[in-house]
């Protein structure tokens, strides 16, 4: 008989800062890893209600709402399921313009929830003259409306305000919006909005790791809620709202995480939200830049898959001219050390995606660009 391998342990080094670009999970500072390093407490206790109250004021700015923000121990998708078990007992429309879109849909499907897809070409917005029109053309047909934000899989950014205004035109209709990477990231405004339910995640515009997801509710979500006897048990909405006030978890948090939002929180405080905003505005708009002058210089057809006025300042997909590949163009950046990411799905072999968000900033950003450019001059030399 042959002896097992020997165990391996696998050591890992702490990796340089500023060249990990995928759009989430993004990179985490040392120091937010850092704050996970303390003792597991008693979630029960008056420790684990100190600190949720202490993070209680940044977590409801963070959302810019007087409503509190639940914390849940899942990924982003629990709380999107939450919106599809919750705020529905009729039919819901789900705005799809790619996979996350997409996903809603296909959570409403496995939840038996009836649902219909509204779908856009990916990389194209939804734009609120679309949404009035489904919604006028199917009078009292559906009472939720899901929509991604910042839909990562192209780089798209719906204008959520305005159609959260066509929502509000529909008495009984509901509007939960995925925000996973544009809080944090991108102006999000839940109560100037008007927004039923907003959600994001842990690992993406938050720049902490994965296993947390946010929400916010609306007073007209929870009454939704509450004419949904089958509406699940983890993800109770009303759950959360019941434990908000108490500063509770609805079940075992992931306490260690907690340490690092509330590290997080800080941090962002400190930052500023809207010079966070502003951050990330910046990179965009350098990438879009870097793009089409990538475009200029060598005569080939680069361009920013999402049209402008609807770009995510978090979040671009830049589609590549005939002859690249967008898997050999991310494994030739690993090779330099680098990370990013090829396109979503159906786009993956056409594009490729740089995940500006997070804690990066343009000094970084300004390296991975640089590394992109070695990387796709020797291949267009190639081609020549
Ligand atoms: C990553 C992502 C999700 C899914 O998040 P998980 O944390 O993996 O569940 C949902 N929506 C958007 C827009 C995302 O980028």
């Not at 670009?21 to 040392?30: H, K």
């Not at 993070?55 to 599809?84: C, H, K, N, Q």
């Not at 898997?327 to 950046?333: H, K, L, N, T």
């Not at 590394?371 to 081609?383: F, H, K, P, S, T």
Request: proline share 7%; charged share 25%; aromatic share 8%.
């Amino acid at each position: 008989m042959p002896l097992p391998d020997p165990i391996r342990v696998i050591v890992t080094k702490p990796m340089e800062f500023g060249r990990f670009f995928l759009p989430g999970p993004t990179e985490v500072r040392p120091e937010v890893l850092e704050a996970m390093v303390r003792p597991v407490i008693g979630h029960r206790g008056e420790d684990m209600e100190r600190l949720l109250s202490g993070m209680d004021t940044a977590l409801r700015g963070l959302f810019r709402t007087r409503r509190p923000v639940y914390v849940s121990t899942s990924s982003a998708t629990g709380f999107m399921e939450t919106a599809i078990t919750n705020l529905s007992r009729g039919r819901i429309l789900c705005l799809v313009g790619g996979a996350f879109g997409a996903r809603f849909h296909k959570i409403a499907e496995r939840c038996g929830r009836p649902a219909d897809a509204l779908a856009v070409e990916w990389g194209t917005p939804h734009t609120p003259a679309l949404l009035r029109e489904a919604l006028d053309s199917s009078p009292g047909v559906y009472d939720l409306v899901t929509v991604v934000h910042s839909e990562t899989s192209t780089g798209v950014l719906n204008p959520v305000a305005e159609l959260a205004a066509v929502v509000r035109e529909h008495e009984d209709i509901l509007i939960a919006v995925d925000g996973v990477t544009s809080v944090g990231g991108a102006r999000v405004e839940f109560d100037a909005w008007d927004l039923d339910f907003l959600l994001t995640g842990s690992q993406k515009a938050l720049a902490l790791p994965p296993g947390l997801a946010l929400a916010a509710a609306s007073r007209r979500a929870l009454e939704r809620a509450e004419e949904i006897p089958a509406r699940s048990y983890y993800f109770d909405l009303l759950e959360f709202e019941r434990r908000a006030p108490e500063f509770q978890t609805t079940n075992t948090p992931a306490v260690n995480l907690f340490y690092a939002l509330d590290a997080q929180m800080e941090r962002i405080t400190q930052e500023g939200l809207e010079a966070r905003w502003a951050r990330h505005q910046a990179m965009a708009e350098r990438t879009w830049t870097w793009a089409e002058e990538l475009g200029d210089r060598t005569g080939r057809d680069f361009s920013v898959l999402a049209p402008e006025g609807y770009r995510s300042p978090t979040v671009t997909s830049v589609t590549l001219p005939d002859g690249l590949s967008g898997p050999d163009i991310v494994a030739a950046a690993r090779a330099k050390g680098f990370t990013l990411a090829p396109g979503y799905g159906k786009l993956k072999p056409s594009t490729i995606r740089i995940g500006h968000m997070g804690d990066h900033t343009m000094t970084e950003l300004e390296t991975i660009l640089a590394v992109l450019d070695e990387v796709i001059d020797d291949r267009i030399g190639g081609l020549e």
